[in-house]
């Protein structure tokens, strides 16, 4: 898979390149990226790359043409490869960035990713060139630097091989519809300054893998139904899942009652 970005800012993907998982994979070569700077297509002395808007009102536009070259540019690099290019526009208006979204993602060949800055883009190029708009949250960021190194650090522990434990991405959040379930490490009793001690929970430790898969996917579910509601409503529950999440709601009832009692 291929990865060509469009930004002003090349330097800031170093965050992706020379760190962590996505460097990992990178080196290996199972994903490639390359960061195109519309500057460099840009006539003048003063690399110019945005004006005003045409009807009045605050901030800069970006220009299409520098744009425009450096989608194409990005096409060319990518068509040497058999690769079909996929153009985003990174941007508040899109499609919410969600898991179902990042897997469409990684299935593609190559994706051309625009990382804008200042109050957007002329409309024209984006009515012409770009093939869908994504937004990582509804709030507004300085640009579209970071929102394309999520959707890139996403769409790559997807890949196969990236993850050094085939089961890993299987049991991320999100993949299954759930929250994920909590996790611990050592010591068993955990002992630190204004916390009361704490201790891994029975069950991990019992070797018992079926009633460990049983109460894993109990939490996830608990831990749903707390923090993302809307996950669990938009989720058809199996008859296991509905009745280890009713379950764990009697249990949290009856722990709160004895709390109360003491």
Same mark, same amino acid.
């Given at each position: 898979m291929r990865f060509d970005v469009i930004s002003l800012f090349p330097d800031m993907f170093d965050a992706i390149s020379q760190y962590g998982i996505t460097s990992r994979? &990178?080196? $290996?070569?199972?994903?490639a990226l390359n960061v /195109?700077?519309?500057?460099?297509?840009?006539?003048?002395?003063? %690399?110019?790359?945005?004006?005003?808007?045409y009807g009045g009102g605050p901030g800069m536009?970006?220009?299409?043409?520098?744009?425009?070259?450096? /989608?194409?540019?990005? %096409?060319?690099?990518?068509?040497?490869?058999?690769? %079909?290019?996929?153009?985003?526009?990174?941007?508040?208006r899109g499609?919410?960035?969600?898991?179902?979204?990042?897997?469409?993602?990684s299935q593609k060949q190559g994706l051309i990713l625009i990382a804008s800055r200042y109050e957007g883009v002329d409309e024209r190029l984006l009515s012409a060139l770009v093939?869908?708009?994504?937004?990582?949250g509804d709030y507004v960021l300085s640009g579209g630097e970071l929102p394309a190194m999520a959707l890139i650090d996403a769409v790559v522990r997807q890949l196969p091989g990236v993850l050094g434990d085939a089961d890993s991405a /299987?049991?991320?959040?999100?993949?299954?519809?759930? #929250?994920?379930?909590?996790?611990?490490? $050592?010591?068993?009793? &955990?002992?630190l300054e204004n916390m009361e001690n704490k201790k891994v929970p029975e069950v991990l430790l019992s070797g018992n893998h079926a009633k460990i898969r049983e109460w894993r996917l109990k939490q996830s579910l608990l831990l749903t $139904?707390?923090?993302?509601?809307?996950? &669990?409503?938009?989720?058809?529950?199996? %008859?296991?899942?509905?009745? #280890? &999440?009713q379950e764990g709601i009697r249990e949290q009832e009856q722990a709160s009652l004895q709390l109360k009692g003491t």
């Amino acid at each position: 898979m291929r990865f060509d970005v469009i930004s002003l800012f090349p330097d800031m993907f170093d965050a992706i390149s020379q760190y962590g998982i996505t460097s990992r994979a &990178l080196e $290996r070569k199972i994903y490639a990226l390359n960061v /195109i700077n519309p500057r460099d297509f840009t006539k003048d002395n003063h %690399k110019t790359v945005d004006d005003r808007p045409y009807g009045g009102g605050p901030g800069m536009v970006m220009l299409a043409e520098p744009l425009a070259q450096s /989608i194409d540019l990005a %096409k060319k690099n990518q068509a040497p490869l058999g690769v %079909k290019s996929h153009v985003i526009h990174l941007s508040p208006r899109g499609v919410p960035l969600n898991h179902r979204k990042v897997m469409q993602l990684s299935q593609k060949q190559g994706l051309i990713l625009i990382a804008s800055r200042y109050e957007g883009v002329d409309e024209r190029l984006l009515s012409a060139l770009v093939d869908e708009e994504i937004s990582i949250g509804d709030y507004v960021l300085s640009g579209g630097e970071l929102p394309a190194m999520a959707l890139i650090d996403a769409v790559v522990r997807q890949l196969p091989g990236v993850l050094g434990d085939a089961d890993s991405a /299987i049991e991320d959040s999100f993949v299954n519809g759930l #929250l994920d379930y909590p996790h611990y490490t $050592r010591p068993e009793d &955990l002992h630190l300054e204004n916390m009361e001690n704490k201790k891994v929970p029975e069950v991990l430790l019992s070797g018992n893998h079926a009633k460990i898969r049983e109460w894993r996917l109990k939490q996830s579910l608990l831990l749903t $139904r707390a923090k993302r509601p809307d996950l &669990l409503a938009a989720r058809s529950l199996t %008859k296991e899942e509905a009745r #280890l &999440l009713q379950e764990g709601i009697r249990e949290q009832e009856q722990a709160s009652l004895q709390l109360k009692g003491t």
